[in-house]
C-alpha cells in the first residue's frame, strides 16, 4: 500500500502571514511529488511539482522535498484569502502509471 | 490551452438506472483516470487506462466498467446507478514516465443518485 498522510486540519493563518503544509509518503521509490489546489465544489489543479531534493520556488510558492525523511511540503509566503482551499499532496512512484494522493489539507486564511 | 472536458457538470439519476460518464482529452495523453471524491475519504480511484482498449481496476471497481475505444475519450459506466454511488467524479489525464508531469483534471460531474 502506497500510502501519502496530510494533516486533515483545518489550518487557519492570518493574511500575510506563512502557511506551512506538510506531506509524508511511504514509498521509497517515489519519485516526483506535486501540490494541486482545490477550491469548493471545483476539480483539483495543479500548483507545483518537486522530484529533487531541496527547494522550489515559484512566486509566492515554496515546495520542499526530503527524500531522505520521506518528507514534502509546501509554503505558501504572503497568505491571501484566495488562497483557502483544500490542497492536496500527490505521489508517483517509479515505474507506475498513476499517482497517489493525501486526503487534503483544508487551508483558511483570516482577512 | 490542454483540456480535460467532462460531459455534465451535475447529474441527478435514478437508482437502477445506467449511467454513462464521459471524459475528453485533447492532449494525446495516454494515460487517463476515473476518481471519485467523497468528503472525508479524499480521491479513490476506480479505473485507468494507459492505452485504447486497455483498463485497469483501481481501488473500488465495484460497480462500474469503463471504455477506451479513442485514445482521447474514456467512459465510467455504473451498470445500475444505487444511492452509495453519489458523489463527486473526476476524470484526469497524463502522460507516462515524465518526472515533470502531472495530471490534467476535468471540471468534475457531481452525480446524485436518487
Known amino acids: 500500500q502506497k500510502e501519502v498522510e496530510q494533516n486533515s486540519g483545518p489550518l487557519s493563518v492570518p493574511e500575510g502571514a506563512i502557511a506551512s503544509l506538510n506531506c509524508t509518503y511511504s514509498d521509497r521509490g517515489s519519485q516526483s511529488f506535486f501540490w494541486y489546489r482545490q477550491y469548493s465544489g471545483k476539480s483539483p489543479e495543479l500548483i507545483m511539482f518537486i522530484y529533487s531534493n531541496g527547494d522550489k520556488e515559484d512566486g509566492r510558492f515554496t515546495a520542499q522535498l526530503n527524500k531522505a525523511s520521506q518528507y514534502v511540503s509546501l509554503l505558501i509566503r504572503d497568505s491571501q484569502p484566495s488562497d483557502s482551499a483544500t490542497y492536496l499532496c500527490?505521489?508517483?512512484?517509479?515505474?507506475?502509471?498513476?499517482?497517489?494522493f493525501g486526503t487534503g489539507t483544508s487551508l483558511t486564511v483570516i482577512p | 490551452d490542454v483540456k480535460v472536458t467532462q460531459s455534465s457538470r451535475y447529474l441527478v439519476k435514478r437508482t437502477g438506472e445506467k449511467v454513462f460518464l464521459e471524459c475528453v482529452q485533447d492532449m494525446d495523453h495516454e494515460n487517463m483516470f476515473w476518481y471519485r471524491q467523497d468528503p472525508g475519504l479524499g480521491l479513490r480511484l476506480i479505473y485507468f487506462s494507459y492505452d485504447v482498449k486497455m483498463k485497469e481496476k483501481g481501488d473500488i471497481p465495484e460497480g462500474y466498467s469503463v471504455s477506451r475505444e479513442k485514445k482521447e475519450r474514456f467512459s465510467l459506466i455504473l451498470e445500475s446507478a444505487s444511492t452509495n454511488q453519489t458523489s463527486m467524479y473526476l476524470c484526469?489525464?497524463?502522460?507516462?514516465?515524465?518526472?515533470?508531469?502531472?495530471?490534467?483534471f476535468g471540471s468534475g460531474t457531481r452525480l446524485t443518485v436518487v
Open positions: 484526469a489525464s497524463s502522460t507516462p514516465n515524465r518526472v515533470d508531469y502531472g495530471y490534467t
Open positions: 500527490a505521489v508517483n512512484v517509479l515505474m507506475s502509471n498513476q499517482f497517489y
